[in-house]
């Protein structure tokens, strides 16, 4: 199972972006996914989460009305829609894949075994 994080990249204040997570290897339709960031010196956090057939969502605080998550099982991949940035966004995103079975969608990473290598996001002020 591997994952593919894209679309990140240097943006100013307020621009938006869209990051992409291509997985292959595996039953993506049978896996509630996850964005979660982590910026230098912090730990990583929860950004947001999708169940298998996009039904709910979940969205941390600080980027609730502006980050927008979804997921196309025929491609299988996934998305996160970032508008409105601000330089507290910047950070290595990450996708992550809840392979361990269930529909269920959680706010920390313990519970996604399947990470991809992250893209960066950089917002200037």
């Known amino acids: 199972v591997q994952l593919q994080a894209s679309g990140g990249g240097l943006v100013h204040t307020g621009d938006s972006l869209r990051l992409s997570c291509a997985a292959s290897g595996g039953p993506f339709v049978s896996w509630p996914m996850a964005w979660f960031r982590q910026a230098p010196g912090k730990e990583r956090e929860f950004v947001s989460a999708i169940s298998i057939r996009d039904d709910r969502t979940t969205y941390a605080e600080s980027v609730k009305g502006r980050f927008t998550i979804s997921r196309n099982n025929a491609k299988n991949t996934m998305y996160l829609q970032m508008n409105g940035l601000k330089p507290e966004d910047t950070a290595v995103y990450y996708c992550?894949?809840?392979?361990?079975?269930?529909?269920?969608?959680?706010?920390?990473?313990?519970?996604?075994?399947?990470w991809g290598p992250g893209t960066q996001v950089t917002v200037s002020s």
């Open positions: 992550g894949a809840k392979t361990g079975g269930g529909d269920f969608i959680v706010p920390y990473s313990d519970g996604y075994g399947v």
